[in-house]
């Protein structure tokens, strides 16, 4: 048994970084599929995926760790930028999962989306208005897409009362600027703060 679960985090390990595949569930279950292992009791615990996730890069992606902290930069510069919106980071690049073709998602709270809006024209960057799925959506409040040195970035808008009740496990993982400096200055290649206190 314990061979199998090894077998399959290394397999979800890999389907993370080639294929992009943030969801953990997601990943060892098409891990197990493809491996023909159909024992639910074999699937792996996170921990033992982060655990591979880790193997798997040393191994393959040694640049990942300065790609990360590239991307943990720009997402840095992003929150200060949008300061009067009380912005956070959240997904791949706070959790260390992501890789070359990752976006940098951000929240913003504020109860006048078309603020933002206004902001970044007056800013002059073009933005889209997306639809991320499994995204909890407000009504008015849309997901704007830009980029920004190259990079992608998706920010989801929602109230200002949203930010003290997150409804998914994706918007309790979040961090803000003041979190994220320390993270940087640590130097860690993981998430080591969660929902810490807005600045």
Request: hydrophobic share 40%; glycine share 4%.
């Amino acid at each position: 048994m314990q061979l199998q679960r090894t077998e399959i985090a290394q397999r979800a390990a890999k389907l993370v970084v080639e294929e992009h595949i943030h969801d953990f569930a997601q990943a060892k279950r098409k891990a197990a599929k493809q491996l023909g292992i159909n024992d639910r009791n074999a699937l792996p615990s996170n921990d033992e995926i982060e655990s591979a996730l880790g193997e798997y890069r040393q191994l393959y992606d040694p640049e990942h760790a300065l790609l990360l902290q590239t991307l943990r930069e720009k997402a840095a510069y992003l929150l200060e930028f949008f300061a009067a919106f009380r912005p956070y980071l959240y997904g791949s690049v706070l959790n260390g999962r992501a890789g070359a073709h990752s976006n940098i998602n951000l929240q913003l709270f504020h109860d006048d989306p078309k603020s933002v809006e206004l902001f970044l024209l007056n800013q002059r960057i073009q933005y889209d208005i997306v639809t991320i799925p499994g995204v909890r959506r407000y009504e008015d409040y849309p997901v704007l897409a830009f980029w920004f040195d190259d990079t992608p970035v998706r920010v989801q808008l929602q109230p200002s009362s949203a930010e003290r009740n997150p409804q998914h496990k994706a918007e309790k993982e979040r961090i803000n600027l003041a979190g994220l400096k320390r993270l940087l200055a640590n130097g860690s290649t993981a998430q080591t703060s969660t929902e810490l206190a807005p600045c």
